[in-house]
């Protein structure tokens, strides 16, 4: 696309590339800077290489609205710079909004780099990636500062590597999904509050170091998720406040620019706000290789200030349609996944059928209904049984992922093993009957780092996991049962290849609350897993078990076995469905507390 359609494309809020105009980029003789300031009095350029203020250098106002420029012979790879801007209340200095590489905070300035020395050896995976609707999903997410340290430092890109990518690859994870990497000067928001749209954040290395992580995960096997946050941007001067003396990149009414967070919205009527967040998007996914995008806080697109009360704010929804539709155009195997706790319909329908595009939608009401179940008293789930069955009224409605994420592990909430009722091993029997339950329901997995070691300390974006706790027999058992039960997921497709085809689920008895015993099948053409969930102490040395087909069952997983923490109390051998109550049905052996899979393999059974 030549500059002349790519600024027209800029000003009509549908530009994918604006990255590759605005921001600093090299050529022949040097560097070109561009940026975008309408209402900017005068824009002068200072950094490394003029000395800061002691020769700035004005910018020209272009023949293209709003927009300014200056080509620099003198400017180098990693030079820091910022604009300076002239506004009716005097000069003010700002970052890049476009630019690829920031100082390490404190610092605030951008800095130089040449994006297009960036090289990738992952064809084969860009070329064989989908967006997994058929396919297993299980997703790792990690905040890249709180994994591990080396040291009093937290691991780099290059550390991380070296070692999270291993270990993602035992544990039997699909995807990583990275909170946000993109600039921001706060540790504590964990880059939720963005400063630099376009810039990998220094803290653990530099772009080439992300590119290379992100490559060999590609190499592995392993897709990446991005979180992204469209819906507002910090207040520090050095941002997009006021970027040039005016409400350019927020609301001008104040009720409408302040957000929730401390922070400023967007001003998603904008065109030239869209395009700068819609080429954000394709920037992660162009130059970076991302294989999905999450979107955060979707909610508060949708509603003006995520309040339903105060109706649905269309230039937003006009806004996520359009990035939704234009991405997957760019990048046909992409995933788009929204975090969203609204009840808003249709959001991961198609926009051709009135829908806001997204591939996939995190299920928080079934997060909550089945958090909430399971830190219920026994004595008292017999009223909370609906809770656990009720995913399954809405669940075909949209495209459904479970998140066991990280805001289910902070502000006092207890982390997913801590929020399990009874006693220390009560705790673990159950948490590992949630898991079992979690990996057998329909829809995509996601679990935050540390679910997975059992980790009863709330994430702190200061401290690496508590790795110390896998020296602890059972933290180290229920290591081990999360493995087997990602590999489990993993190598049987009946557990995923009809996650939104209603025929891939039935339920067995969903009734059951006297004894708060669940069962339910998934199933393909080849298999199915008869998932039996008991949720109270009470022991069945015999529990007949409705089967969907005759024949031969045997035991795939049982969460009371002596390797996973417990006590034994298992199936051994073949299991015969017999006639009786059902068609046919299995008499089990069912532990306190436990969830057990038994697989059937078809032959031309329907």
């Not at 530099?206 to 590609?218: D, G, M, Q, R, T």
């Not at 399954?392 to 066991?404: G, I, K, Q």
């Not at 020296?471 to 489990?488: Q, R, W």
Request: with cysteine; aromatic share 18%; net charge negative.
């Amino acid at each position: 696309m030549n500059q002349v359609d790519l600024v027209s494309s800029f000003h009509q809020g549908h530009c994918l590339d604006a990255y590759h105009f605005f921001g600093v980029h090299p050529d022949e003789k040097g560097y070109v800077f561009r940026v975008y300031a309408p209402h900017a009095g005068n824009v002068c350029l200072i950094g490394d290489f003029t000395g800061w203020y002691d020769n700035p250098i004005p910018m020209e106002r272009t023949e293209f609205t709003g927009i300014w420029q200056v080509h620099v012979d003198n400017a180098k790879q990693w030079d820091c710079y910022k604009y300076h801007i002239l506004t009716d209340k005097g000069w003010i200095d700002k970052a890049d909004p476009y630019a690829f590489y920031a100082e390490t905070r404190p610092g605030t300035a951008s800095k130089i780099v040449d994006l297009s020395l960036i090289r990738y050896t992952d064809q084969k995976w860009m070329e064989k990636r989908s967006r997994n609707s058929d396919k297993p999903m299980n997703i790792y997410e990690v905040y890249a500062g709180g994994w591990k340290h080396a040291g009093e430092f937290p691991y780099s890109y290059a550390e991380l590597e070296k070692e999270l990518i291993p270990y993602v690859k035992k544990m039997g994870f699909t995807h990583i999904e990275m909170m946000p990497l993109n600039e921001y000067p706060f540790d504590g928001s964990w880059g939720y509050q963005a400063s630099g749209y376009y810039a990998v954040t220094s803290r653990y290395g530099n772009p080439y170091e992300y590119a290379s992580f992100v490559n060999a995960c590609h190499k592995a096997g392993i897709g990446v998720i991005m979180d992204m946050v469209p819906v507002h941007f910090v207040k520090d001067t050095f941002g997009l406040a006021y970027f040039d003396g005016s409400p350019l990149y927020e609301y001008a009414k104040d009720e409408d620019a302040q957000s929730q967070w401390g922070t400023l919205n967007f001003n998603l009527w904008s065109e030239e706000v869209r395009s700068f967040l819609i080429s954000a998007a394709a920037f992660w996914c162009d130059v970076y290789h991302m294989d999905g995008i999450r979107m955060d806080a979707v909610s508060n697109l949708i509603y003006w200030g995520g309040n339903s009360s105060r109706g649905t704010n269309e230039g937003a929804l006009y806004f996520i349609k359009r990035l939704n539709y234009l991405l997957h155009q760019k990048f046909p195997s992409l995933m788009m996944i929204a975090e969203d706790s609204s009840d808003y319909p249709k959001v991961t329908w198609d926009t051709e059928e009135g829908g806001l595009g997204f591939d996939y939608k995190w299920d928080l009401g079934w997060m909550n209904d089945t958090l909430k179940y399971y830190a219920t008293d026994p004595l008292f789930r017999i009223w909370d049984h609906h809770k656990i069955t009720f995913s399954m009224h809405y669940f075909n409605s949209e495209r459904f992922l479970l998140p066991l994420s990280h805001d289910e592990n902070v502000h006092g909430k207890k982390t997913i093993v801590d929020r399990m009722w009874g006693s220390y091993e009560e705790k673990f029997a159950q948490v590992r009957n949630l898991y079992a339950y979690m990996y057998a329901h329909p829809g995509k997995k996601l679990n935050f780092m540390g679910n997975e070691i059992a980790s009863f300390r709330e994430f702190d974006e200061k401290k690496e996991l508590d790795w110390f706790l896998l020296d602890y027999p059972m933290h180290d058992a229920f290591h081990k049962f999360f493995a087997k039960l990602n590999e489990i997921y993993g190598d049987h497709p009946c557990l995923w290849e009809k996650d939104y085809d209603p025929a891939g689920f039935r339920w067995i008895d969903a009734d059951n609350a006297k004894q708060s015993v669940f069962s339910f099948y998934r199933q393909n053409k080849d298999e199915v897993i008869v998932v039996v969930l008991n949720c109270t102490g009470a022991e069945y040395p015999v529990f007949g078990v409705g089967v969907p087909y005759k024949g031969e069952y045997e035991e795939l997983l049982n969460t009371d076995s002596v390797c996973f923490g417990g006590k034994d109390r298992i199936n051994y051998g073949k299991l015969s469905a017999v006639k009786g109550e059902w068609d046919q049905y299995l008499p089990i052996r069912l532990a306190p507390w436990s969830a057990v899979y038994l697989i059937h393999r078809k032959k031309g059974e329907s």
